[in-house]
Nanobody, 123 residues
Framework: QVQLVESGGGSVQAGGSLRVSCAAS??????MAWFRQAPGKEREGVAR????????LYAASMKGRFTISQDNAQNTVYLQMNSLKPEDTAMYFC??????????????????WGQGIQVTVST
């Protein structure tokens, strides 16, 4: 059973940066992604990366400020968030799809989920 553990969230002022990490263990996976969910809103995709070829996919509103990367040796995916805005405040979730899957950025495409980590951006 795949387990995903997020780390690195916290609070930052607007304009600042944060990096969150997601360590995977317990199974074979290919693509991992970050999602976020603000109170009262639906979960939305942020970025996805696939281990086999390193191909990335970003939500249009996140591209340019957020960067997803991976350390295959450590089975860890990172999300570097720059120029943060108060509207980026949300619970950020790591997700992984099965080894043979090649998902986009819809939550229904992912089988495994982390517990989530809070990111708060203040004015």
């Amino acid at each position: 059973q795949v387990q995903l553990v997020e780390s690195g969230g916290g609070s930052v002022q607007a304009g600042g940066s944060l990096r969150v990490s997601c360590a995977a263990s317990g199974g074979s996976i290919n693509c991992m992604a970050w999602f976020r969910q603000a109170p009262g809103k639906e979960r939305e995709g942020v970025a996805r990366i696939c281990k086999r070829n390193g191909v990335t996919l970003y939500a249009a509103s996140m591209k340019g400020r957020f960067t997803i990367s991976q350390d295959n040796a450590q089975n860890t995916v990172y999300l570097q968030m720059n120029s943060l805005k108060p509207e980026d405040t949300a619970m950020y979730f790591c997700a992984a799809a099965g080894f043979e899957q090649f998902p986009g950025l819809y939550p229904r495409e992912y089988t495994y989920w982390g517990q989530g980590i809070q990111v708060t951006v203040s004015t």
